[in-house]
């Protein structure tokens, strides 16, 4: 089970930061990801990080890079999602993934095996 909270509304140029908390599974060696999808849009992968065995491979979709930060606590078997300088077209539903296998490549969201059910973001 996924679990997203720290969504919300927020002006442009604003920061916000998302949490994920997983159960049921493997939180340490598992692939995670955030992607986003917003009205009439495709779900877009935002970022993806892997912490196993004390990597922290991280990866970013390109409209996200030098922006937004992806990070992992095992102890809290918690996934973050740092956003800055938020845009009117980072709006949109927000959603963490996870999946015990590697997900190559980190965007590919059907790889993914566990889903919560979303957050809203709103930047206007």
């Known amino acids: 089970q996924l679990v997203e909270s720290g969504g919300g509304s927020v002006q442009p140029g604003g920061s916000l930061r998302l949490s994920c908390i997983g159960s049921?599974?493997?939180?340490?060696?598992?692939?995670m990801g955030w992607f986003r999808q917003g009205p009439g849009k495709e779900r877009e992968g935002v970022a993806g990080i892997w912490a196993a065995r004390g990597r922290n491979q991280t990866n970013y979709g390109d409209s996200v890079k030098s922006r937004f930060i992806v990070s992992q606590d095992n102890d809290k078997r918690t996934m973050y999602l740092q956003m800055n300088s938020l845009k009117p077209e980072d709006s949109g539903m927000y959603y963490c993934a996870a999946d015990p296998g590697r997900v190559i490549p980190w965007w590919h969201h059907q790889g993914y095996r566990h889903w919560g059910q979303g957050t809203q973001v709103t930047v206007s």
């Open positions: 049921g599974f493997s939180f340490d060696d598992s692939d």
